[in-house]
């Protein structure tokens, strides 16, 4: 069982920076590959990045590659997305996920664990 707890969503102006973190309880965390996704109003969950479990692969999709990184520390049991230049068109609640697959995974029924999900608003 995988608990998953996001933080560091907020309001930024149009090429601003924030950093997302996802934090994880139990000890196989380090098993599970990584997922954030991101859902804006009336639109469909979509895949954002994904990390594999030991940290080595990582896939962004088209919209966010260059401008969002991926990264996982096992010690703490905690997935970071860092996203910089963003957009208004990001704008969406970003959920992190677990899967236990253990190679890069982009398809949501892959995922077995979610977190609650944190908002994101950027303003033109």
């Known amino acids: 069982q995988v608990q998953l707890v996001e933080s560091g969503g907020g309001l930024v102006q149009a090429g601003g920076s924030l950093r997302l973190s996802c934090a994880a309880s139990?000890?196989?965390?380090?098993?599970?590959?990584m997922g954030w996704f991101r859902q804006a109003p009336g639109k469909a969950r979509e895949f954002v990045a994904t990390?594999?479990?030991?940290?080595?692969?990582?896939y962004f999709a088209d919209s966010v590659k260059a401008r969002f990184t991926i990264s996982r520390d096992s010690a703490k049991n905690t997935v970071y997305l860092q996203m910089n230049s963003l957009k208004p068109e990001d704008t969406a609640v970003y959920y992190c996920?677990?899967?236990?697959?253990?190679?890069?995974?982009?398809?949501?029924?892959?995922?077995?664990?979610w977190g609650q999900g944190t908002q994101v608003t950027v303003s033109s």
């Open positions: 990390i594999t479990w030991s940290g080595s692969s990582a």
């Open positions: 139990g000890r196989t965390f380090s098993r599970y590959t």
């Open positions: 996920a677990a899967s236990i697959q253990s190679d890069i995974v982009v398809r949501p029924w892959s995922y077995s664990y």
